[in-house]
């Protein structure tokens, strides 16, 4: 077998390390960070072209099977994989981590529908977690930002006021808790990306009262098979060997 994993979180390092060396694996990251943690065997950093691009490199380095563990917010390449594999005819499995269950949570579709959200209830003091890409949408909101995330996003997505804090995780409740106390903060708005690595932020919420702000997945796309678990996939993957 010759697997393309689609990785860059930690359930595709996980499944890179169980499916090594009795399985040639490639895992392939976008390259947006610019010190990612690495997996264990071969990497390829960078993108693909779009799905004929994908479909090329597909058949030109012999992969017999595509798994899918990139962020559930990754949704293009996502999408593109699905449509590639299905082009040159090759099984294809989505690694999707299970997601929070949102509790009192105010669920939006967008980033631009939580920044509304903050602006509509006059939140004062909020803490940004939705990645580097996700604080455009809060340029012009008239509020204070504890702004979070692994690489700082250009100057010119940042709001007027905001303090940065260049982290990854796993976080716990503790300092998650001190960090909301320490910025006065009133509301945290978050991705549902699941997983335990930064949840500590919700629970910390829960305990301080601050109000939650999540925004919701990008749905898969139709048809395609679906994990939850680590060990589904290596499971998948055993089966087509």
Not at 41 to 62: K, P, Q, S
Not at 76 to 95: D, F, K, Q, S, Y
Not at 151 to 171: C, D, F, H, I, K
Not at 216 to 230: E, F, N, S
């Amino acid at each position: 077998m010759r697997i393309l994993l689609l990785g860059g979180t930690g359930e595709a390092r996980a499944l890179a390390a169980r499916l090594h060396p009795g399985v040639a694996v490639i895992s392939s990251l976008a390259g947006r960070v610019p010190d990612p943690a690495l997996p264990v065997g071969e990497v390829r950093i960078g993108g693909f072209g779009g799905v004929d691009g994908l479909a090329d490199w597909l058949t030109g380095n012999d992969i017999t099977a595509v798994v899918d563990a990139t962020h559930p917010f990754a949704a293009t390449i996502t999408a593109n994989a699905a449509r590639a594999a299905a082009r040159v005819g090759l099984p294809h499995v989505v690694l999707a981590r299970p997601a929070w269950p949102p509790g009192d949570a105010i669920v939006v579709p967008t980033d631009t529908a939580a920044a509304d959200t903050v602006t509509r209830n006059g939140y004062r003091r909020v803490f940004l977690t939705t990645g580097r890409s996700g604080t455009a949408a809060f340029r012009e909101v008239d509020a204070w930002f504890l702004i979070r995330a692994v690489t700082a996003p250009e100057p010119e997505l940042l709001p007027a006021r905001y303090r940065m804090v260049l982290s990854r995780g796993p976080y716990h409740v503790d300092g998650e808790l001190e960090l909301l106390r320490d910025n006065d903060i009133d509301a945290l708005v978050t991705k549902n990306s699941g997983g335990s690595m930064t949840r500590a932020k919700l629970d910390a919420a829960a305990r301080a009262g601050v109000a939650v702000i999540m925004v919701d997945r990008p749905p898969l796309p139709a048809g395609v098979a679906c994990v939850d678990t680590v060990d589904a996939a290596v499971d998948w993957v055993r089966a087509r060997g």
